[in-house]
């Protein structure tokens, strides 16, 4: 929920690292005003890109580097 009152919600399939982990490291997780981090996971989300309706953005990133 943000500060707002307003709740963001994403389907875990848009985020596959999240989606093929076990229950319990999933649940490792630490909030920020700018997103949501799983340190054991390797895995940032920001709410800039929650509210942007971003998923996954590894794939598009390896592609723009390549």
Do not use: Y
Not at 3 to 24: E, K, M, N
Not at 36 to 46: Q, V
Not at 50 to 61: H, I, K, P, S
């Amino acid at each position: 929920m943000l500060s707002d009152v307003r709740t963001i919600g994403a389907p875990l399939a848009w985020f596959p690292s999240l989606l093929h982990a076990d229950p319990v490291s999933r649940q490792g997780f630490e909030l920020s005003v700018h997103g949501i981090h799983w340190g054991a996971l390797d895995e940032d989300i920001s709410v800039m890109g929650l509210l942007a309706g971003f998923g996954d953005q590894t794939r598009r990133n390896r592609k723009r580097a390549a």
